[in-house]
């Protein structure tokens, strides 16, 4: 996935794209490094240059959390990405994992099934499509041709979804900001590693955006689709823990009422119509 010091990767990477002007600093002439230096983000934050860099280079993996309050108010840094810091200096790499298959309640795919007019996914923190209903499986059909359905490597990978997604570079990254919050906890899943060498080597897009280290929980949003079927609608989603199912979440995707995209998804309503009922996603 990175290297075996994502502390150090994570904040070479906010240094590298946080302006001088941004943390303060006026500045002179052509600078040779991108974003702050070393020097100077130590003495914003009260620490020696020497033991800054010790951090970026993975030579020191315990600060402290004044030091790293003190890191995140010289980056500029959000609450998610504070979190995100606080996470990659408390996580320590133990032997690698490949999981088991991971499975969804039958209770919650009775639950999911019985909403008609309402797209809804499980998935898990790859974003590996473990579940649809039937109007899920009907709104990302492309997706779902997939033997084994993920929507980063769907947004990255698919021709289909440049199109599917007409706002595509917003939705690239958000969706590749959530898999880097989620991957602070997964620093030795075999199968997050084996996703992220594959979309790195297939996707240069997905590989700019993944060295900036941007992080993003997915939460709530509204989203543009054109459905090949039903055309354009625009759709918010709410994103559920489930509880009992480490890491899986529940996608629910609305519409305005009586808006346009309220009858486009309908319309989707009566392909969705066709095909069974909740059930996992092929793997």
Same mark, same amino acid.
């Given at each position: 996935?990175?290297?075996?010091?994502?502390?150090?990767?994570?904040?070479?990477?906010?240094?590298? %794209?946080?302006?001088?002007?941004?943390?303060?600093? %006026?500045?002179?002439?052509?600078?040779?490094?991108?974003?702050?230096?070393?020097?100077?983000?130590?003495?914003?934050?009260?620490?020696?240059?020497?033991?800054?860099?010790?951090?970026?280079?993975?030579?020191?993996?315990?600060?402290?959390?004044?030091?790293?309050?003190?890191?995140?108010?010289?980056?500029?840094?959000?609450?998610?990405?504070?979190?995100?810091?606080?996470?990659?200096?408390?996580?320590?790499?133990?032997?690698?994992?490949?999981? %088991?298959?991971?499975?969804?309640?039958?209770?919650?795919?009775?639950?999911?099934?019985?909403?008609?007019? %309402?797209?809804?996914?499980?998935?898990?923190?790859?974003?590996?499509?473990?579940?649809?209903?039937?109007?899920?499986?009907? *709104?990302?059909?492309?997706?779902?041709?997939?033997?084994?359905?993920?929507?980063?490597?769907?947004?990255?990978?698919?021709?289909?979804?440049?199109?599917?997604?007409?706002?595509?570079?917003?939705?690239?990254?958000?969706?590749?900001?959530?898999?880097?919050?989620?991957?602070?906890?997964? *620093?030795?899943?075999?199968?997050?590693?084996?996703?992220?060498?594959?979309?790195?080597?297939?996707?240069?897009?997905?590989?700019?955006?993944?060295?900036?280290?941007?992080?993003?929980?997915?939460?709530?949003?509204?989203?543009?689709?054109?459905?090949?079927?039903?055309?354009?609608?625009?759709?918010?989603?709410?994103?559920?823990?489930?509880?009992?199912?480490?890491?899986?979440?529940?996608?629910?995707?609305?519409?305005?009422?009586?808006?346009?995209?309220?009858?486009?998804?309908?319309? *989707?309503?009566?392909?969705?119509?066709? *095909?069974?009922?909740?059930?996992?996603?092929?793997?």
């Amino acid at each position: 996935m990175d290297g075996t010091n994502p502390l150090g990767e994570f904040l070479r990477a906010r240094r590298e %794209t946080t302006s001088p002007e941004e943390a303060g600093i %006026t500045s002179w002439g052509r600078r040779r490094t991108p974003g702050l230096r070393r020097e100077e983000i130590a003495q914003l934050s009260g620490v020696s240059t020497d033991y800054y860099a010790r951090l970026e280079q993975g030579r020191e993996q315990h600060p402290s959390g004044q030091v790293l309050d003190a890191l995140a108010r010289t980056l500029g840094l959000g609450p998610e990405e504070v979190a995100h810091l606080h996470l990659l200096a408390r996580a320590s790499r133990g032997p690698v994992r490949r999981g %088991t298959r991971e499975t969804v309640r039958p209770s919650l795919l009775r639950l999911m099934d019985g909403w008609l007019h %309402t797209p809804a996914l499980i998935i898990n923190r790859r974003m590996d499509v473990l579940a649809g209903n039937r109007l899920g499986r009907a *709104l990302f059909a492309k997706a779902f041709e997939a033997d084994e359905p993920n929507l980063v490597r769907f947004v990255f990978l698919d021709p289909a979804a440049r199109s599917f997604y007409p706002r595509w570079a917003q939705v690239a990254q958000s969706t590749l900001g959530a898999l880097r919050a989620a991957a602070a906890e997964m *620093l030795n899943d075999a199968r997050l590693t084996d996703l992220v060498g594959e979309l790195s080597l297939r996707s240069p897009e997905f590989g700019r955006l993944w060295a900036r280290h941007d992080v993003r929980g997915k939460a709530h949003e509204a989203k543009v689709f054109n459905h090949p079927e039903v055309g354009e609608l625009t759709l918010t989603y709410e994103s559920l823990t489930v509880d009992g199912a480490t890491g899986q979440q529940l996608i629910i995707y609305q519409a305005e009422a009586d808006s346009h995209s309220a009858q486009a998804l309908a319309l *989707l309503g009566t392909v969705a119509a066709e *095909l069974p009922s909740s059930a996992p996603a092929p793997r």
